[in-house]
């Protein structure tokens, strides 16, 4: 069985998403971009990398949704790693929050409430839990 490729599972949802452009990242992998702006990137091996305002980095590595960004650990960007096709619901959930607040559709209030709310995003915690 061939590996799976994780990227393309996130972009058969994410490109269906209104004025959602799809194309080859720079460095490999896949690129979101909506209204001329880039909405993230999943990199050839399953990492998923989108730039979010500071303040929502640090919440959404706070509530273990993210993790900071390996090359800029300061900035907004954060990192999502995919394992499997079982983390590409919580991957396109961060994009999707990233969607919408490029798109104007979530204020910054909202946004938080959001990241904290694990329903919303998905919980990881039992994802490294013995079975």
Do not use: C
């Not at 896949?30 to 730039?51: K, T």
């Not at 500071?54 to 900071?68: K, Q, T």
């Amino acid at each position: 069985m061939g590996n799976i490729d994780l990227g393309e599972l996130v972009a058969g949802i994410v490109k269906h998403w209104d004025g959602v452009e799809v194309r080859p990242y720079r460095f490999g992998g896949v690129e979101f971009r909506v209204d001329h702006r880039e909405i993230g990137h999943v990199h050839i091996g399953g990492v998923a990398d989108l730039l979010m305002p500071v303040r929502s980095r640090r919440d959404l590595v706070a509530a273990g949704r993210a993790e900071s960004h390996r090359t800029q650990p300061h900035s907004g960007w954060i990192s999502f790693r995919m394992r499997s096709e079982h983390d590409v619901p919580a991957a396109v959930q961060l994009f999707r929050l990233n969607y919408e607040r490029l798109r104007g559709a979530v204020r910054p209030r909202i946004m938080t409430s959001l990241i904290t709310n694990p329903t919303i995003l998905g919980d990881r915690s039992a994802d490294d839990m013995p079975a």
